[in-house]
């Protein structure tokens, strides 16, 4: 009888190793609106038959992700130096009557690290 070795699935982080990480923006174009508000400059394809399809129907391979006013001070603050324990005291002192912060801080860290915006060491 042959056994089968399940994969392991990956060891999610302690709270206490996402709070030492320290988040960097990737060398991405962004703006401030007139709202105050960052807007990051992403492409659509990275490939190259994607490049070539915007390319034909005469559109922009880049659009625009606009962030909140939470993603906004996350992506300001993410400068390679404060770590994710800075950021979400300062995020807790600016939104004080935000339930969940610190969920939603990391969150979007992650969501942000899977498309390769913000790298986190």
Same mark, same amino acid.
């Given at each position: ?5 399940k ?8 709270e206490?190793e ?7 923006k990737?060398?991405?174009?962004w703006r401030?609106n007139?709202?105050?508000?960052v807007?990051? +400059?992403? =492409? ?9 399809f915007?390319n034909?129907?005469?559109?922009e @391979?880049?659009? &625009?992700?606009?962030m909140?006013?939470i ?6 603050e ?10 979400l005291e300062?995020?807790?002192? +600016?939104? =004080?009557?935000e ?5 939603r801080?990391?969150l979007f860290?992650?969501?942000m690290h @899977?498309l390769? &915006?913000?790298?986190l060491?």
């Amino acid at each position: 009888m042959v056994r089968r070795h399940k994969k392991q699935k990956p060891r999610l982080p302690t709270e206490e190793e996402i709070l030492a990480y320290i988040p960097k923006k990737a060398d991405l174009e962004w703006r401030i609106n007139d709202e105050g508000l960052v807007e990051i +400059k992403v =492409p659509k394809f990275k490939s190259k038959i994607g490049k070539s399809f915007c390319n034909f129907i005469r559109k922009e @391979n880049t659009f &625009y992700a606009k962030m909140d006013k939470i993603g906004s001070l996350v992506w300001k603050e993410s400068d390679g130096k404060k770590s994710v324990k800075n950021i979400l005291e300062n995020l807790k002192k +600016k939104f =004080p009557d935000e339930e969940n912060i610190d969920q939603r801080l990391f969150l979007f860290l992650q969501q942000m690290h @899977n498309l390769n &915006y913000i790298y986190l060491s």
